[in-house]
């Protein structure tokens, strides 16, 4: 049996992974000597196999041969990718294959890096298809709600103590190191990772790119610095995204705030995301409209404090969305508890770029971490009492309006279903503690049995609307404060 699903990868990695002839016995024999074989035949293989038609037989062989110790998902991820390490192109054939594609055009480029990406399963794309996905018609626009199975939630606490642990390797997940490596107790498999070398910012090879392997989105990218370095947010920031979108013009592009509760869950390495797709926040109706000069600067009806800054003109914009990045660095207002500065820095911002045509459309986020002992959290994260069902931190991705739930909310909102239509003490179940107040809520509303499944699903989205809501930096004013802030610019 091995042996045949030998000969079959060989053949599919020469289909979809680039193996060329040349290449096939050295191939061979990486593959016999990881999978502890004595012998080896070719043999013809005439149709076509599904990837994991091949996969999943080997990493069964792999365990019942005692090569790998567990047959747990971490260890079979692991092994699979070792495996398909062996067939795939190196990380300089890659970058050279993606430059030549890149010739054709950046788009052709994207397309041949994303579908390898798929084609040696570094993105998880038969897990991704288990995500729940669904639209909410909340207050300002369609939001996006997902319930992600593919990847476990993190509690913000983890996160900042993770990012202060420098005593490992690689130091995170988006170094350049994991290219290649194992496995680790706390960062995903890797051996069949791939990043290509980019020039960026007037950079040369400082950039790389990679796809993520839980995608949230459509083309889900990471575009990282080489060297391990903290996330920053200033000028620099936004010149680096508009040489990307010059590079990339048909896909978005932003970045986390960089500082601890608005920054996401990598603070330690410098990055950003993209992807094709269209976000929430793009479909949000404008407030107040301004102009100066070629720039068109527009305050959006958003949950959280979002200015879309828009121009033609590189320049003109760049020069815009400094001053109001340097404005709202330094703005306080006490009445409305936003402070800029104690011991450290508070007020930053999450921007986000893409083209509409031939204009820049330049979002800014406002964002503020200012935390008090009675809201340790943040002034500006969510509510505790909604940590039910969010409880990251609030990031780029969620800014932008598309909510990456926690996969534990499927058996909880089930059981909470169950309780609902039964009438069970949700008591009774350790895993519906965290949601005690809301069941009560739940069952004030006296809902139909038969509408119990698509209200909770509204419930939720209503949850996280209330999730961003609580990060506007201006929540304790009014969409006044915002205008005068951007009046004071322009």
């Known amino acids: 049996m091995i042996n045949k699903k030998i000969n079959e990868l060989i053949k599919y990695a020469k289909a979809n992974l680039y193996l060329g002839l040349d290449d096939e016995y050295y191939v061979a024999n990486k593959l016999i000597y990881l999978l502890k074989l004595n012998q080896f035949e070719w043999i013809p293989v005439e149709e076509e196999l599904d990837f994991f038609e091949i996969i999943e037989p080997m990493l069964d062989y792999a365990f019942e041969n005692n090569i790998i110790e567990s047959n747990s998902t971490i260890s079979r991820d692991a092994f699979e990718s070792k495996i398909i390490d062996c067939v795939m192109p190196r990380p300089s054939e890659l970058t050279r294959m993606f430059r030549k594609h890149y010739k054709s055009g950046p788009l052709t480029a994207t397309t041949f890096f994303h579908n390898l990406s798929i084609a040696s399963n570094y993105i998880k794309?038969?897990?991704?298809?288990?995500?729940?996905?669904?639209?909410?018609?909340?207050?300002?626009?369609?939001?996006?709600?997902?319930?992600?199975?593919?990847?476990?939630?993190?509690?913000?606490?983890?996160?900042?103590?993770?990012?202060?642990?420098?005593?490992?390797?690689?130091?995170?997940?988006?170094?350049?190191?994991?290219v290649g490596v194992y496995q680790s107790t706390s960062l995903a498999p890797r051996s069949n990772h791939r990043v290509v070398s980019l020039n960026l910012n007037h950079e040369k090879e400082t950039w790389g790119i990679q796809y993520s392997p839980y995608a949230y989105f459509n083309e889900h990218m990471i575009v990282l610095r080489k060297e391990h370095s903290n996330m920053y947010v200033n000028e620099k920031t936004f010149a680096e995204l508009v040489d990307f979108i010059n590079k990339f013009p048909h896909y978005l592009i932003g970045s986390n705030a960089g500082l601890p509760i608005v920054g996401g869950s990598i603070l330690g390495h410098h990055h950003f995301q993209g992807g094709r797709y269209d976000f929430p926040i793009e479909k949000a109706r404008v407030l107040q409209k301004y102009k100066k000069r070629k720039v068109e600067i527009e305050i959006?009806?958003?949950?959280?404090?979002?200015?879309?800054?828009?121009?033609?003109?590189?320049?003109?914009?760049?020069?815009?969305?400094?001053?109001?990045?340097?404005?709202?660095?330094?703005?306080?207002?006490?009445?409305?508890?936003?402070?800029?500065?104690?011991e450290e820095d508070h007020n930053t911002v999450t921007p986000i770029l893409k083209l509409n045509g031939a204009k820049y459309n330049f979002y800014i986020?406002?964002?503020?971490?200012?935390?008090?002992?009675?809201?340790?959290?943040?002034?500006?994260?969510?509510?505790?009492?909604?940590?039910?069902?969010?409880?990251?931190?609030?990031?780029?991705?969620?800014?932008?309006?598309?909510?990456?739930?926690?996969?534990?909310l499927v058996k909880e909102l089930d059981l909470i279903e169950d309780c609902l239509?039964?009438?069970?003490?949700?008591?009774?179940?350790?895993?519906?503690?965290?949601?005690?107040?809301?069941?009560?809520?739940?069952?004030?509303?006296?809902?139909?049995?038969?509408?119990?499944?698509?209200?909770?699903k509204k419930e939720v989205g209503r949850i996280f609307e209330e999730v961003i809501e609580d990060c506007n930096v201006f929540k304790y004013g009014t969409n006044e404060d915002l205008f005068r802030f951007i009046e004071k610019i322009i």
């Open 125 to 178: 794309t038969k897990r991704i298809a288990k995500n729940i996905k669904y639209i909410y018609e909340g207050k300002y626009a369609p939001l996006e709600i997902t319930i992600n199975l593919s990847k476990p939630e993190k509690d913000p606490k983890d996160i900042l103590k993770q990012s202060l642990n420098k005593d490992k390797y690689p130091i995170c997940p988006l170094c350049m190191e994991n």
């Open 300 to 342: 959006l009806d958003w949950p959280m404090a979002a200015i879309r800054v828009s121009s033609n003109n590189e320049n003109a914009l760049l020069d815009m969305v400094s001053d109001i990045y340097k404005a709202w660095y330094k703005y306080e207002n006490k009445d409305l508890q936003i402070y800029s500065k104690t």
């Open 365 to 408: 986020v406002l964002r503020n971490n200012y935390s008090t002992k009675e809201k340790p959290y943040g002034l500006f994260h969510p509510r505790e009492e909604l940590f039910h069902i969010k409880k990251e931190n609030i990031g780029l991705i969620e800014v932008m309006g598309l909510a990456i739930l926690p996969g534990r």
């Open 421 to 456: 239509i039964n009438n069970k003490d949700p008591k009774t179940f350790n895993e519906l503690e965290k949601h005690l107040d809301w069941i009560n809520h739940l069952k004030e509303m006296n809902i139909p049995n038969e509408q119990i499944n698509e209200t909770l």
